[in-house]
C-alpha cells in the first residue's frame, strides 16, 4: 500500500465560453501555504464547536475571527482568532515523554507544545499514565488542555494462526478524570511494563550474544528510575557504547521486529486492550496502521472488538490507503506526530500534523459522550460513597482547582459546579443525571486534603 498525499486545490479561473466575455481576463489561482480560504458552512461550524471545547474556560472567540489556513499540504489546518490575537487550534494527539521513550519532560514536552502552538495535547506514553500529573501541572501554565492518554503494547493473532502474529499498537483518550476503574487498567499497564523488563533483558542477552557487550546496568540507566526500557533505551545505550553509529542503525541492523537482537514482551492481545479502555470510559484508536505487516486482517479484527478510530494523518499529509480502509470499516480517523524528541531529520515535530477541522470535530463528536458518561460514573460513585478513595478518583488528574473569586470548596456541589466547566459545556452539564449527583453532594463536606486550590480574581 502507498502513501498518499491529498491536495484539495482550488480552482478560482473559469473558462471564457462566448465571443463576449474574450476580453475578461482570468483570475488567477492561488497557491502556496497560509492562503486564506472561504470556510464552508460546515466547516464554520465544525470550527466554532472545536473551539468552544477547546477554549471551555477562555473567553468564547467571535464567529468573525474564525478562519483556515492551507497549510500548503492542502490539508486545511483550523485557526481561531481571540482579540487581535490569531490562535491555531493544533491538536496533537501522539507524544511520549521520558516517562516512557520519550526524551524530554513532560514538563519540557508542553514547553515545547506551546511554542509550537499546540492548543490540546494527548500525553500518550507507553503502558504507563505517570506523566499526566506533570504534564497536566505544566499545562495550567501555558493554557494548553490536556488529555490523559497512554499507548498500550498488544499483539494481534489472527484467528487459527499464530505464526502470524504481530505487535499491535492501542492508543487509549481518556477524560480529565481519567480512566473508571482505575486500578483494573493501573494493573493491566504494570503487567505489560513487567514484560517490557523481560524484553529488554532479552535484547541485551542477543545483542551479548552477537558479540556486542552491552551492559544492563546501562539500559536501566538510560531509561531512568523506574521506567520500563523499550527498544528506543536499548538503542540509545547501544549508540552511546559505539556500538553502532545512530538509532536508525540500531533498528535496522538489531531491534527491528524479527531483528536478530529483537524480543517479545508478555503483551496482551489486542482485542482486551480494545475491550478494557472501551469499559473504562476511553476512546481506543490504532497507532501508526502502516507499520502492520497485514493492516486489513489487523483493522477488520479490531473493528469487531470494539476499536473506534484509527491513525491516517502524518506530517506529510493523509494517506489515502488507510484513508480508504477507515471509510470501509466506519473508523474514526485521526493522527498525530508520535513525538519523542529524539532530534533529526526522520523525526515529525510535535504538533506537525495537521487536522483539519472536521476530523477534529468527528473526533469530539464521538469521544465527548463518551467522556461526559465516564466523568458522571466517577462523579456518582462519589456521590453514592463520599470516602476520600472516591474523591481521589475525581482529582487524581486535577488535584489542582481555580476559582475566580469567591470560597474553596465547601461541599461535593461546589465540586462538581468549578470541575465540570472545565471539561464539559454547559449543555453537556446541565441534564437530569448530573442535577441529581449535585443534589446528592449539596450536603456532602468535601475533605480537602490533597486538593490544591488556587484562588484567582480577575
Given at each position: ?59 468564547s472567540p467571535s464567529p468573525d475571527s474564525l478562519c483556515l489556513e492551507d ?184 531491534l527491528f521486529d524479527g531483528g536478530p537482537a529483537y524480543s517479545m514482551g ?193
Amino acid at each position: 500500500m502507498g502513501d498518499g498525499l491529498v491536495l484539495q486545490g482550488l480552482n478560482d479561473s473559469k473558462n471564457e465560453t462566448n465571443n463576449n466575455n474574450k476580453n475578461k481576463k482570468k483570475k488567477k489561482k492561488k497557491r502556496g501555504g497560509g492562503n486564506k480560504k472561504k470556510m464552508t458552512t460546515e466547516q464554520t461550524l465544525a470550527l466554532k464547536t472545536v473551539s468552544e471545547w477547546v477554549f471551555l474556560d477562555h473567553p468564547s472567540p467571535s464567529p468573525d475571527s474564525l478562519c483556515l489556513e492551507d497549510d500548503g499540504f492542502g490539508v486545511q489546518k483550523s485557526t481561531v482568532g481571540i482579540g487581535q490575537e490569531e490562535k491555531k487550534v493544533v491538536f496533537e494527539l501522539h507524544s511520549h515523554s521520558k516517562f516512557s521513550d520519550g526524551f524530554l519532560s513532560p514538563s519540557k514536552l508542553l514547553e515545547r507544545a506551546h511554542g509550537n502552538g499546540v492548543k490540546v495535547l494527548a500525553l500518550t506514553d507507553h503502558d504507563t499514565m505517570s506523566g499526566i500529573p506533570e504534564a497536566l501541572e505544566a499545562a495550567h501554565k501555558y493554557g494548553i488542555k490536556i488529555i490523559p492518554g497512554v499507548e498500550i503494547s498488544t499483539i494481534f493473532s489472527p484467528r487459527g494462526d499464530s505464526e502470524a502474529e504481530e505487535p499491535v499498537h492501542i492508543l487509549a483518550y481518556y477524560s480529565s478524570c481519567g480512566p473508571t476503574r482505575f486500578e483494573e487498567l493501573d494493573k493491566f499497564l504494570s503487567n505489560i511494563r513487567d514484560g517490557r523488563f523481560l524484553r529488554a533483558k532479552n535484547m541485551v542477552l542477543k545483542l551479548n550474544k552477537l558479540k556486542l557487550p552491552l551492559k544492563w546496568e546501562h539500559v536501566c540507566r538510560i531509561a531512568g528510575k523506574g521506567i520500563a526500557p523499550g527498544r528506543l533505551h536499548v538503542a540509545r545505550a547501544m549508540l552511546e557504547a559505539g556500538y553502532v553509529e545512530n538509532l536508525r542503525q540500531a533498528f535496522a541492523q538489531y531491534l527491528f521486529d524479527g531483528g536478530p537482537a529483537y524480543s517479545m514482551g508478555s503483551e496482551p492481545l489486542a482485542e482486551e486492550a480494545i475491550k478494557l479502555i472501551c469499559q473504562t470510559g476511553g476512546v481506543a484508536v490504532l497507532a501508526h496502521p502502516w507499520a502492520l505487516k497485514n493492516p486489513v486482517s489487523v483493522i477488520k479484527q479490531l473493528k469487531e472488538a470494539g476499536l473506534h478510530g484509527m491513525e491516517v494523518y502524518r506530517s506529510d499529509g493523509k494517506l489515502a490507503a488507510y484513508d480508504d480502509l477507515a471509510d470501509v470499516y466506519g473508523l474514526l480517523k485521526v493522527g498525530g506526530s508520535d513525538y519523542h524528541g529524539r532530534g533529526g531529520r526522520h523525526e515529525s515535530e510535535l504538533g506537525s500534523v495537521n487536522l483539519p477541522v472536521l476530523v477534529l470535530n468527528d473526533f469530539l463528536k464521538l469521544a465527548r459522550p463518551i467522556w461526559c458518561e465516564a466523568i458522571r460514573e466517577i462523579f456518582e460513585s462519589y456521590a453514592e460513597e463520599p470516602s476520600d478513595t472516591n474523591l481521589a478518583s475525581i482529582m487524581r488528574y486535577g488535584r489542582t482547582l481555580s476559582f475566580n473569586g469567591g470560597s474553596p470548596l465547601s461541599c461535593g456541589k461546589d465540586l462538581i459546579d468549578h470541575y465540570l466547566p472545565l471539561w464539559l459545556t454547559s449543555e453537556e452539564i446541565e441534564n437530569a443525571k448530573f442535577e441529581a449527583i449535585k443534589l446528592k453532594l449539596s450536603n456532602i463536606p468535601v475533605s480537602q486534603e490533597g486538593i490544591q486550590v488556587l484562588i484567582e480574581t480577575k
